[in-house]
């Protein structure tokens, strides 16, 4: 089945339910991977499907929407190519934005015009591999490392919204991440890691950061002169946030006034409250754009609110709602998923 036609099937399978409908049960309806079923939502999102994911209940389609095909003759599928690659190719803040949109025309035009603008066959493509590159990033190669239940989820997320190149490499702990020629890169032993040429980068906030400044074009980080609340959230939450957390929640420690004073994170209440504060009516916490910092802000709270170690307030349910419907948030998760379903 092509993608086009199986679009076309969850559009109608969605308006046949009239209502929120869980995406276990679409992906199982088409015969489908419940990653191939993000995949596919994000599509139809980006083409202007108007499709609202309910927390807890599902997919719902707005009504009367209608997945109208894209037809372009050769000649205009040839312009639009030429016009989007000296775009592309261009060192302007318009590049990466260009390339983004040359993926998307993918996914609408038929096979065959996708295979001529794109020459890739984007339908079949891993989460790890895509159909552009930054062509003014720097040409060295991008590693990976990570284990899939790891923070390395966050450093792949980050490499998603980037939209490069990388290779992905999948450590087992106690065995791989050990490993002479891992320790060689990480003493810690530890994921996530990335090597970019001949720059190694660990820690997860450490690794966002300069994932951002390395590519860009991305727009993930905020200008120099603005990056106040950028750095300062992003690190809050590397350090307060996941002090008090590790505290609280796996030790069991509720550290007095005295020691509360003592420690860089306070109380885990305050923190909470710090963040709450900050998050309530905004949509990013660092400015009005999205940026590495909500990657790393906004993963720690969704996990938090997942598993319980954050208490459900308003504020994070709102911040964290809006960051899961990004098409390479849902990417990431359709690959966690699957990796949790093949025993990793």
Request: with cysteine.
């Amino acid at each position: 089945m092509s993608r086009k036609t199986r679009l076309q099937d969850l559009v109608s399978l969605m308006r046949r339910h009239g209502e929120p409908v869980s995406g276990t049960t679409l992906a199982e309806t088409l015969g489908i991977s419940l990653r191939t079923l993000y995949q596919d939502v994000a599509v139809l999102k980006a083409v202007g499907a108007d499709i609202e994911h309910v927390p807890g209940t599902g997919y719902a389609l707005a009504p009367g929407v209608l997945l109208p095909a894209l037809m372009l003759t050769d000649d205009e599928l040839d312009a639009l190519a030429l016009g989007l690659g000296k775009v592309e190719d261009s060192a302007g803040p318009l590049a990466a934005p260009a390339a983004q949109l040359r993926g998307k025309m993918v996914d609408a035009l038929s096979d065959e015009q996708a295979q001529r603008l794109a020459g890739v066959d984007r339908a079949v493509a891993e989460p790890v591999t895509h159909a552009f590159t930054d062509e003014h990033a720097p040409s060295a190669e991008l590693v990976f490392y990570t284990n899939p239940l790891s923070r390395g989820s966050i450093v792949h997320w980050m490499l998603e919204e980037l939209g490069v190149a990388y290779r992905m490499v999948v450590l087992d702990y106690g065995t791989t991440m050990k490993d002479p020629d891992y320790l060689a890169l990480n003493p810690m032993g530890k994921v996530p890691a990335i090597c970019h040429g001949d720059v190694v980068v660990t820690e997860t906030a450490a690794i966002c950061a300069y994932l951002a400044d390395a590519f860009p074009e991305a727009g993930l980080a905020p200008p120099p002169a603005h990056r106040g609340d950028y750095y300062r959230w992003l690190f809050f939450t590397a350090g307060p946030l996941e002090t008090a957390l590790s505290l609280n929640g796996l030790l069991g420690v509720h550290p007095t006034e005295q020691q509360q004073m003592q420690l860089g994170c306070g109380s885990l209440q305050t923190v909470l409250d710090t963040l709450a504060g900050v998050l309530a009516g905004r949509r990013y916490i660092a400015g009005d754009t999205f940026s590495a910092a909500d990657i790393y802000v906004g993963s720690h709270l969704s996990w938090g609110l997942q598993f319980g170690s954050i208490p459900w307030r308003p504020e994070f349910e709102a911040y964290c709602a809006g960051l899961n419907e990004r098409p390479a948030r849902q990417r990431c998760e359709a690959f966690l998923q699957q990796a949790m379903a093949q025993g990793a």
